[in-house]
């Protein structure tokens, strides 16, 4: 807190299987579900979309929806007391002044990498068998079974096609004791 020292990780990240439940996610894609139930009770294991026949079996068709690998930090928009028990945190950065700590993210993650695209502002959750318009930026939007999180993001997309693996990376935004605290177990 005091250096403004800031790990952001690429989002491939955080789909390692060594990460707790409510950190483990796949946040490179995005899945919906076209519902089957009402084909399967007449007997079919199959559909014809648009002159190509999807097999189901006995569940429903998944699409998923891929996007190249991009940096992100995750935040929560206030003091839950959920949080630090499922992240297995023992403290928690407070941030008093939210606009400042996005600029200062964006701007020093700009300085280095410029052909970046910042996005900063609350997850969009969505259900994936209902809301298949809800979001447009995939950066931005989390399946709803992580909605009680309330995260917000600063993201960051490639503007052209990345060509090696993404690794995380420290930013140094600078000294945050003038509008964050740190809060100890």
């Known amino acids: 807190?005091?250096?403004g020292s800031l790990r952001v990780c690429p989002?491939?990240?955080?789909s390692d299987a060594g990460h707790n439940a409510a950190i483990r996610d796949d946040e490179i894609?995005?899945?919906f579900c076209i519902p089957t139930w009402r084909a399967r009770l007449d007997?079919?294991?199959f559909s014809d979309v648009r002159e190509h026949r999807m097999q189901f079996n006995d569940d429903d068709i998944v699409l998923p929806l891929e996007f190249p690998d991009y940096y992100f930090t995750s935040l929560c928009d206030h003091i839950y007391y959920?949080?630090?028990?499922d992240f297995g945190a023992d403290a928690a950065l407070v941030i008093r002044d939210p606009v400042r700590f996005t600029q200062r993210v964006i701007s020093t993650f700009l300085a280095r990498y410029p052909d970046w695209e910042p996005m900063a502002g609350p997850v969009t959750y969505y259900d994936p068998y209902l809301d298949?318009?809800?979001f447009k930026v995939p950066e931005m939007a989390k399946h709803f079974g992580y909605a009680y999180q309330r995260e917000v993001r600063i993201a960051f997309r490639p503007k052209r096609r990345v060509?090696?693996?993404l690794e995380p990376i420290f930013l140094n935004i600078g000294p945050?004791?003038?509008y964050a605290e740190l809060l100890k177990a």
């Open 82 to 85: 959920r949080m630090p028990t």
């Open 11 to 14: 989002a491939g990240y955080y």
């Open 132 to 134: 298949y318009t809800k």
């Open 163 to 165: 060509t090696h693996k």
């Open 1 to 3: 807190m005091r250096e």
């Open 43 to 45: 007997g079919k294991t």
């Open 176 to 178: 945050m004791d003038d």
């Open 29 to 31: 894609s995005r899945t």
